[in-house]
């Protein structure tokens, strides 16, 4: 017979493709001593993340109801959907979920289930066995508890966290010293996993279990080619990962890794010039010139040497250096068109809120089904303004998430110059706006607020997201002036760098931030969706 006892489920699942190649991993610890009863593993053919994740978390609860079936459960993952669901806190909307999660409520009563959200680096554990069932999958095997390495991989990690860092996320000038100090004096030697074979099993591939299993054998270490530089399969390497298989497989989880937003420390530059006049007054996309700089896509890693500015002395960022661990991982999505778009008129947070237009509401449609098609998104949230709420709702529709207010994300209020042109502005206020394009602190006329003002409020709001959403992809519905803000803070560039990128309506752009203080932008004005 046996007695009550507390036990602690811990599940993951992924997908690489999302739709994919997909798989799960769960593990059972004992709560008072953290030592490992059964691990779970499966390779489950094609499915999305989501799916993955609810099968792997049912794959825990009926390990742990092997074990102990009177037990009391602390189920942690790392998907915020998952939590918030089995929780009974969100909806479940999607039909693909809704028979996963009934199966995973009906495993133990839910008076002794209660379920904990975790950052990704601490589910270590479940999203080993997941890579590896998938990798097992790849080459047509079973996932066998013999030849796992899950355990002792989790431990290693355990036992290299890292210090907690200091300072806030997003920083560059910070993290950048952060990096410099770690990197003074040492080469990285990131570990390497061995690529396999290639192959594709059937579907369904019988799951495995092992009762009271531990790792038999540990990873090897090798020293290489510093993760990220040209040619080597990836540009960050966790030294307390080491994946089995190709060292380039993506992420297990719906994370920041997947996809389009896992290119690596991207830089956006470009020198060609637009005609003078060209440029999104709701931003104020116009440089003190008249010109400004069209970036149409981001700077591969591997670009020509002038375009990789680095301080003299220190590794290029995401070559070398200190575990990230998973980052916060905001898409930002500039919303659709209203009818000030087109006619270039400063449109911000003091104005008359405008609606989509007809183009706008198509724009919203079709970026709401490019994010559904790559599958990263966890969590929206989105400017209280009316265009973005409209774009959030229609991603938001597709995705079956909610969507989050976050006042932080509105536009500058550009006070009387709202519903203006450029071109009337100049007309009716030139001192004003000569003032605004040669210095951050200018505000224009009539009280709005500066672009000082709105760097200021918008480090907050990164800040306060990243600490919120760790490990996580969240989609930042937003304007113009906030999108620019953040990528010019990411990569540490002065005010005046905000007149010198091009951000259309409905674009996507991404940046990472990092647990150290670094982040990276992955991607700027993509328009691929909209063509």
């Known amino acids: 017979m046996t007695s009550a006892r507390e036990l602690v489920v811990e599940a993951d699942g992924g997908s690489r493709g999302n739709p994919g190649p997909a798989g799960y991993g769960a593990v059972v610890l004992d709560a008072a001593t953290g030592e490992t009863l059964a691990e779970a593993a499966e390779y489950i053919g094609v499915a999305t993340n989501n799916v993955a994740e609810y099968k792997g978390l049912v794959a825990g609860l009926k390990a742990a109801r092997e074990l102990f079936p009177d037990a009391t459960v602390h189920v942690r993952m790392d998907s915020k959907l998952v939590v918030e669901q089995m929780s009974g806190r969100w909806k479940i909307k999607h039909p693909d979920m809704k028979p996963l999660a009934a199966e995973a409520g009906r495993v133990f009563p839910a008076g002794r289930v209660r379920y904990e959200w975790i950052p990704r680096e601490r589910n270590k554990h ?68 061995t690529a396999g074979a290639s192959g594709t099993p059937a579907a369904g591939t019988s799951g495995t279990l092992a009762v009271g299993a531990s790792a038999r054998a540990s990873g ?84 020509p040497a002038s375009t990789l500015v680095q301080p003299q002395g220190t590794a290029p960022q995401g070559w070398a250096g200190p575990d990230m661990g998973a980052p916060a991982t905001f898409v930002l999505l500039r919303h659709g068109e209203t009818a ?44 209280p303004l009316t265009r973005c709420r409209q774009t959030a709702a229609a991603v938001a529709a597709r995705l079956g998430l909610d969507v989050r207010i976050e006042q932080g994300l509105r536009e500058t209020d550009f006070g009387a110059w709202e519903g203006l042109t450029f071109g009337e502005v100049r007309e009716r206020y030139p001192e004003d706006l000569d003032a605004w394009l040669a210095s951050p602190k200018a505000a224009p006329t009539g009280g709005g607020e500066s672009f000082a003002t709105v760097a200021r409020r918008v480090a907050a709001t990164r800040d306060r997201l990243t600490a919120a959403h760790a490990g996580r992809t969240v989609l930042l519905v937003t304007h113009v002036t906030p999108i620019k803000t953040l990528v010019r803070l990411a990569l540490g560039a002065p005010p005046e760098s905000l007149f010198r990128m091009e951000l259309s309506a409905a674009s996507i752009s991404a940046v990472a931030y990092y647990g150290d203080g670094n982040a990276s932008v992955r991607l700027l004005n993509d328009t691929s969706h909209l063509r």
């Open 340 to 383: 000030l778009t087109p006619e270039k008129r400063f449109s911000g947070s003091g104005g008359s809120d405008p609606e989509l237009s007809a183009a706008g509401l198509r724009q919203a449609e079709a970026v709401a089904a490019a994010l559904a098609a790559r599958g990263t998104i966890q969590e929206i949230v989105s400017s």
């Open 126 to 193: 479940a999203d080993r066995l997941a890579n590896e069932a998938m990798d097992a999958g790849r080459l047509g095997r079973r996932w066998e508890p013999s030849g796992s390495t899950a355990s002792l991989d989790a431990s290693a990690a355990r036992n290299a966290a890292a210090p907690p860092p200091s300072g806030p996320p997003g920083d560059a000038r910070a993290g950048a010293a952060r990096a410099r100090a770690a990197l003074s004096g040492t080469a990285g030697t990131p570990s390497t996993g």
């Open 220 to 303: 090897t270490s090798t020293a290489g080619t510093p993760a990220g530089t040209p040619g080597s399969p990836a540009a960050r390497t966790s030294d307390a990962r080491t994946d089995t298989g190709a060292g380039a497989r993506p992420a297990t989880d719906d994370g920041p890794n997947d996809g389009l937003f896992a290119a690596e420390d991207v830089t956006a530059t470009s020198s060609t010039p637009v005609a003078s006049g060209d440029f999104e007054a709701e931003a104020g996309a116009l440089a003190p010139t008249g010109h400004a700089a069209r970036t149409t896509g981001a700077t591969r890693a591997d670009a």
